[in-house]
């Protein structure tokens, strides 16, 4: 199966103040490699300081780095009409689409899952799924909140789910580890979602 796992870092609480961005590239089960891009964010020179001390990046370190639309041209192609898998993709892919809306770019197509909703899924009576709480639990080490290094987290996270649940095809991805892709399209977005169980039918007496 293939896909990319995606990780925002913001300059401030702004969804369109991205800072940095990790991608991890998986291709047929095996992951094949990281990239990340440090982007001056709209917001520069100014930082939140409860945002730099999450993830330690400060302007100083972005002074000299393209701001997102100038990236943008290099993700575009490799995010278009792919899976992109994120741990809580609602932060992330929100990012995406404030920052697009931002830089008045479109949307690209593709779909997206989240690695949380199908964590909660496939180890069902964790105490917690934060992406350091899994991790620790599954012995997958990283740098935690640096883009690059949370992206090839969540991409080892995502390929023990998918080997519990033998899942090893993206038409079985939304059945198996019981999620519905979210998708980013021109014009709008739908958002990713557990897939509900189907209602008992009430028996009737005859």
């Known amino acids: 199966m293939n896909f990319i796992t995606l990780d925002f870092e913001t300059a401030t609480p702004e969804r369109d103040s991205p800072c940095e961005i990790g991608l991890t590239f998986v291709q047929n089960g095996q992951i094949m490699g990281t990239q990340s891009w440090l982007i001056k964010p709209k917001s520069y020179p100014y930082f939140n300081g409860m945002n730099i001390s999450i ?3 400060k302007p100083q370190d972005v002074k000299n780095s393209p701001t997102f639309d100038t990236v943008w041209q290099e993700l575009k192609p490799l995010l278009e009409n ?8 609602s932060f992330d892919m929100s990012v995406l689409r404030a920052t697009l809306n931002t830089y008045r770019l479109p949307f690209p197509e593709l779909q997206y899952a989240c690695s949380v909703q199908f964590s909660k899924q496939v180890w069902q009576g964790l105490p917690q799924y934060d992406l350091k709480s899994l991790c620790n639990r599954h012995g997958i080490q ?16 995502t390929l023990r789910a998918l080997e519990k649940m033998a ?4 038409e079985d991805f939304p059945e198996k580890l019981k999620v519905n892709f979210g998708r980013l399209f021109e014009g709008g977005y739908t958002a990713s979602s557990v897939k509900k169980a189907p209602k008992p039918r009430k028996a009737f007496p005859f």
């Open 167 to 170: 899942c090893s095809c993206l």
């Open 55 to 57: 993830h330690g990046i």
């Open 82 to 89: 792919q899976l992109v898998i994120a741990h809580n993709a």
């Open 142 to 157: 990283f740098k935690h909140h640096r883009a690059a290094a949370d992206s090839y987290a969540c991409a080892e996270l």
